[in-house]
């Protein structure tokens, strides 16, 4: 098991509110077609020029720390861009896009984000610190979206305190029986460049962060469910929010479900069961 930490100090991690981070990127042929591939896309991958799935921006212009400095968890270390929060189990709470143009392959992309809020709350399961972070993306030098993203922080597993699941949901009007097998979600790790363990190593994230297997990334599930809606649709959506309610593992066998609400769909992701592990909102505007 993870080893208690200290308290967190609030005041010190909100002095890194302000902070900001720049980077940049090629959208690559090559990222699109291992892109496509990974999600298993139908028909060919877009090519030079080509408009790109939304969500993709996911994989670019990520952190690329050396390896020596990554964290036990496989992230990198605390204390630069984001706050040191000395809480030892880390995962992306959820989000929200705002799409003012396409990305398309061969585009020169400019990542420009900053930490917008840190917050800290008591759960079921001890305390919680969640970091906002705001991000802008152009492409060529214009605007292609903003996102805001939530990253919780939380305390070592302890049997007997994790929050409730959600209760049980009724399938939705539209239902997409999916996978998450372990090939894929290293894939999609590699993609990403996301080195947290929990995605790619079984006994780290059953013996240290006591989960029953491998985790589905959030972000794999956004992307998903926006590329569903996009679908459903009949276009790709305006405005994308996604949060996550339950964690979602390898051996589950689940299903993309959305239904028709006013301005677009509210989506979800669910076990068997009907327990709901993300749910989404698409807007046509």
Not at 197 to 214: S, V
């Amino acid at each position: 098991m993870i080893a208690e930490t200290t308290a967190p100090d609030i005041d010190h991690l909100r002095s890194w509110i302000g902070r900001e981070d720049v980077a940049v990127d090629h959208v690559a042929e090559d990222l699109a077609r291992k892109y496509h591939a990974t999600l298993d896309f139908p028909g060919e991958p877009p090519r030079q020029g080509e408009i790109l799935p939304q969500l993709i921006h996911f994989c670019l212009a990520q952190p690329a720390v050396p390896t020596a400095t990554l964290g036990a968890d496989g992230h990198p270390g605390r204390g630069g861009f984001l706050p040191p929060v000395p809480l030892p189990r880390r995962m992306w709470a959820g989000g929200a896009v705002t799409f003012h143009g396409e990305l398309r392959v061969g585009d020169r992309a400019r990542r420009t984000s900053r930490i917008a809020d840190v917050v800290l709350k008591q759960g079921r399961s001890g305390a919680l610190c969640f970091v906002t972070v705001e991000h802008r993306l152009e492409a060529n030098g214009s605007l292609v979206l903003e996102e805001r993203q939530e990253i919780v922080y939380r305390e070592a597993a302890v049997p007997g305190t994790e929050a409730a699941p959600p209760p049980p949901r009724e399938p939705g009007r539209h239902r997409r029986a999916q996978q998450a097998s372990p090939a894929l979600l290293f894939r999609y790790s590699a993609l990403t460049f996301n080195a947290h363990r929990i995605h790619y190593d079984r006994r780290y994230a059953q013996e240290i962060e006591a989960y029953p297997g491998l985790v589905v990334h959030g972000p794999l599930q956004a992307a998903w469910l926006c590329n569903y809606a996009a679908e459903l649709l009949s276009a790709a959506p305006k405005r994308f929010s996604f949060r996550g309610l339950s964690p979602l593992f390898e051996h589950d066998a689940f299903a993309l479900h959305a239904r028709e609400v006013d301005n677009g769909l509210e989506l979800w992701t669910a076990r068997e069961d009907g327990t709901a592990c993300m749910s989404a909102k698409a807007y046509r505007t």
